[in-house]
């Protein structure tokens, strides 16, 4: 069974930076895993983030980005908002399937 | 625009079949690359991935359901059906689906929650 782990909980300052990461149980995390962050608050559907590993959407934030660090995928949120206050989720490609990770809970405080 | 909706029955009984429909509009199943996907999450957990089903046909499903899960394009082209047999309360769940552009996910639907009690 394979696990992708986040961090449960993160609190960052308004106006701060802060990185969140996603760690496969099989190993290091490549560009071969595809990584993908989404967002998600209270009440709504998920939306996405980033896509293979550091790639942004049209409507991502500049402030929002992807890479793979120390093995792992990361999200760094710079110059954090208020708004930025979500579930984050990351999803990992092992050939054929995708995994959730489960969730880190970002407050901004 | 890419838009996807999600519609189907919100309660089912326990050892029911469950079917969701998923209609999308703004991109075609049968443009290579493309894909649709199912996601759900139930009540303060986490996501789960379920299964994705491609332009070509291919499928691909969570190891975890393989058993009961079964993708299939609809009747009509713009419409996908996920069905999910032998529902158990474990399974209630909001039930996502989510256009798929080959390096990943993009656009969600808005979700149904389905409750599974008898």
């Known amino acids: 069974q394979t696990v992708v782990t986040q961090e449960p909980s993160l609190t960052v300052s308004p106006g701060g930076t802060i990185t969140l990461t996603c760690a496969s149980s099989t190993g290091a995390v490549t560009s071969d895993y595809y990584a993908s962050w989404f967002q998600q608050k209270p009440g709504q559907a998920p939306r996405a983030l980033i896509y293979s590993a550091n790639n942004k959407h049209s409507w991502t934030p500049a402030r929002f980005s992807g890479s793979l660090v120390g093995g792992k995928a990361a999200l760094t949120l710079s110059r954090v908002q208020p708004e930025d206050e979500a579930d984050y989720y990351c999803?990992?490609?092992?050939?054929?399937?995708?995994?959730f990770g489960g969730g880190t809970k970002l407050t901004v405080l | 625009q890419i838009t996807l909706r999600e519609s189907g029955p919100t309660l089912v009984k326990p050892t029911e079949t469950l079917t969701l429909t998923c209609n999308f509009s703004?991109?075609?199943?049968?443009?290579?690359?493309?894909?649709v996907g199912w996601i759900r999450q139930p009540p303060g957990k986490a996501l789960e991935w379920l299964a994705l089903i491609y332009w070509s046909d291919e499928k691909r499903y969570s190891p975890s359901l393989r058993n009961r899960l079964t993708l299939t394009k609809g009747t009509s082209k713009n419409q996908v059906v996920l069905t999910l047999t032998n529902m158990d309360p474990m399974d209630t769940a909001t039930y996502y689906c989510?256009?798929?552009?080959?390096?990943?996910?993009?656009?969600w639907g808005q979700g149904i929650m389905v409750t599974v009690s008898s």
């Open positions: 703004g991109f075609s199943l049968t443009t290579t690359k493309m894909g």
């Open positions: 999803l990992l490609y092992y050939g054929g399937v995708w995994v």
């Open positions: 989510v256009h798929d552009f080959w390096d990943g996910y993009d656009i």
